[in-house]
């Protein structure tokens, strides 16, 4: 049985001097970032990518995670990822993802996120159902 992936992600110690700090994210190659702006009750994701990875990075905002390997029948587990966390979804791994709070959020991720080759990567699930979620602030 495979180990569990590590979910938030810690962070190295920033560089801080008197003009301020640099704050590495990542440092592995990766083919896309993007920013995601999310609404106070938005749900994301809902799938599982057969190859790719992302990190996420949480600017601003409140998010439960949810996520399970692909193929499990127990619940998802569940994260509260808070501004300034990482958290880490890897391939074969149903997530989603419910804004508690109006958010910004920065995604790395392995494969190019031009439309055809995301969407042929990517597997719909309703790992989440937005029907009863209760939002909590």
């Known amino acids: 049985m495979s180990e569990e992936p ?11 001097d008197e003009r301020g700090e640099i704050q590495n994210l990542l ?3 990766c083919s896309s970032m993007a920013i995601i702006r ?4 938005a749900l994301r994701a809902n ?4 190859t790719d990875w992302h990190y996420c990075y949480l ?12 193929g499990d029948e127990n619940p998802p ?5 808070e501004a ?21 959020m920065y995604v790395m991720a392995k494969n190019s996120r031009e439309m055809a080759n995301y969407e ?8 989440i159902d937005p029907r009863y979620q209760k939002i909590e602030g």
């Open 120 to 127: 042929s990567d990517t597997v719909r699930v309703e790992l």
């Open 38 to 41: 999310s609404k106070k009750g």
């Open 59 to 70: 600017e601003t905002g409140k998010v439960a995670y949810y996520h399970r390997k692909h």
């Open 84 to 104: 300034g966390q990482m958290f880490y979804s890897p391939p074969l791994y149903e997530h989603a993802m419910k804004f508690l709070e109006e958010s910004v």
């Open 6 to 16: 590590q979910v938030i992600t810690p962070l190295r110690n920033p560089f801080v």
């Open 47 to 50: 799938h599982y990518h057969k």
């Open 77 to 81: 587990k569940e994260w509260i990822i």
């Open 27 to 29: 440092d592995i190659p």
